[in-house]
């Protein structure tokens, strides 16, 4: 269950929107806290804090931290104004937000009857490391359209919301990533559903804040993954990415284009994520039972061919488009966030990286 700490604060290492890196003293000596001061106040050095261990014992690869849960003597000020959807709901740390979707939002009259993303591509993957990767693989698409004669181009560079749905991470704010991103306008807000929590907008459903994306952000395209933190069990079933699924669903319900992409690896360990990943084949192949555009890099060698082949599997429902991904390499070296999936690298699992571009370019291309 959850391990406990008392811990004193050393120093802060840096600062986001929502979140603090600390450095802590406990009794095992120090350690690196995260804090999110909109739940838990702001900590000072010198401050005393309970800290919740679990992650940070487990050795988790993306929660190597100590969380603040309280710091006693510095209480954040109780909320004010409208909301009263409670997310982490009958947590300790539940917490009232305003959705977009409910009555006191300014934007219910919008939502309320909003029934239609009006053929929005919406990019699926499966891991929170694919989102940077889609976002370089689209907005090199939209610079190779703005060196077109103006007459022939189609428009500005696209807005590209991300909705976050709550397999993985609760709080928006843990992704640094997510954080850059918006601060650079590579993505226009962050859209939080279900019980995550912390985005430019909150949701209720992934549906809503499908809606919320286009109507309330005024998206052009949106892409869906999991927060960071997802979980996985070695099952055919035990794996929080079968959401990838249920958002393939929900945007041909809404009247979206599903765009998916392949969670690809030439550098996991694993033999189950080798080449096309299982939570892929299962995730598009069984769950999602609306069809959608399936992305299929056109890799080189015989690994190419590998992926080739396993994708066919998803032939018998989903479109397979071939997509090539010359220049994308070049594209993908210049994210302004660093590139890891499962703490591999660019150069060490180029292939995971090149099929999430790969979707993103495709997703451009529904634009024009």
Not at 29 to 35: F, I, P, Y
Not at 145 to 157: K, L, V
Not at 209 to 234: C, E, F, K, M, S
Not at 260 to 266: D, I, K, Q, T
Request: overall charge negative; aromatic content about 4%; charged content about 20%.
């Amino acid at each position: 269950m959850i391990r406990w700490r008392k811990g004193e604060v050393l120093r802060v290492r840096r600062e986001w929107p929502g979140a603090m890196e600390l450095d802590v003293t406990v009794p095992e000596g120090e350690c690196r806290a995260l804090a999110y001061p909109p739940l838990v106040g702001r900590p000072e050095p010198g401050d005393t804090v309970l800290l919740n261990t679990t992650a940070l014992a487990m050795g988790l690869g993306t929660g190597g931290y100590a969380m603040v849960v309280a710091v006693p003597d510095r209480l954040p000020q109780d909320p004010s104004g409208p909301g009263h959807l409670v997310k982490a709901r009958y947590t300790p740390l539940q917490a009232t937000v305003l959705g977009a979707d409910e009555q006191d939002s300014p934007y219910h009259p919008i939502l309320r009857d909003a029934d239609s993303i009006d053929g929005m591509p919406v990019v699926v993957a499966d891991l929170h490391s694919a989102l940077p990767a889609v976002l370089c693989g689209l907005y090199e698409a939209s610079r190779t359209e703005a060196d077109r004669p103006e007459a022939d181009r189609s428009g500005a560079r696209p807005r590209v919301a991300y909705v976050m749905p709550d397999g993985g991470a609760l709080p928006a704010w843990f992704s640094m990533s997510c954080a850059r991103l918006r601060e650079l306008d590579w993505l226009c807000g962050v859209v939080t559903t279900g019980q995550a929590f912390g985005g430019d907008v909150e949701a209720v459903t992934l549906h809503t804040g499908l809606l919320a994306a286009r109507h309330v952000l005024g998206a052009d395209v949106a892409v869906v993954a999991q927060g960071p933190g997802n979980l996985g069990t070695g099952t055919r079933w035990g794996f929080s990415g079968v959401s990838a699924g249920e958002a393939v669903n929900a945007t041909a319900t809404l009247g979206g284009r599903p765009v998916a992409a392949l969670r690809v690896s030439e550098g996991d360990r694993r033999e189950r994520h080798i080449g096309v990943s299982h939570h892929s084949l299962t995730a598009y192949g069984r769950v999602a039972l609306a069809p959608a555009q399936v992305v299929v890099p056109e890799l080189p060698g015989d690994f190419g061919r590998r992926v080739a082949e396993q994708a066919q599997a998803l032939a018998v429902r989903h479109e397979l488009v071939e997509v090539p991904v010359d220049g994308l390499y070049e594209a993908l070296r210049q994210s302004p966030v660093r590139l890891s999936t499962m703490g591999r690298g660019l150069d060490e699992d180029l292939a995971c990286f090149l099929a999430s571009a790969a979707a993103g370019r495709h997703a451009a291309s529904l634009l024009t």
